[in-house]
């Protein structure tokens, strides 16, 4: 049996939390998830920042640039789309 197990797997400091429309969120914690969501659960919305998000995860993986630097404009990507899932505790209190 062929298998490969990478050891080197980038995390991210803080996930990032998705939802599509009324489902459950879901948490991504690194630059593959990351890249794998954009490329198989992605709802039908691919503007600029989509396609910024996919190059960016891909260059993190591949260790051209930082994985924080992937994971912001993922997070921008997910805000075009408006799937960005903000836990209650973090929203801005009304005032």
């Known amino acids: ?10 995390r991210w400091a803080s996930p990032v939390r998705v939802r599509i429309g009324y489902g459950l969120p879901e948490t991504i914690r690194n630059p593959q998830d990351a890249l794998a969501y954009l490329q198989h659960r992605w709802p039908a919305i691919y503007g ?8 960016a995860c891909g260059q993190a993986i591949d260790g ?8 912001q404009t993922f997070i921008e990507a997910c805000i075009e789309a408006r799937m960005l899932d903000i836990p209650e505790d973090d929203l801005p209190l009304a005032g």
């Open 1 to 10: 049996m062929n298998m490969m197990i990478r050891a080197n797997v980038l």
């Open 64 to 71: 051209r640039i930082a994985a924080d630097i992937a994971r």
């Open 48 to 55: 600029d920042r989509y396609r910024r998000a996919a190059e």
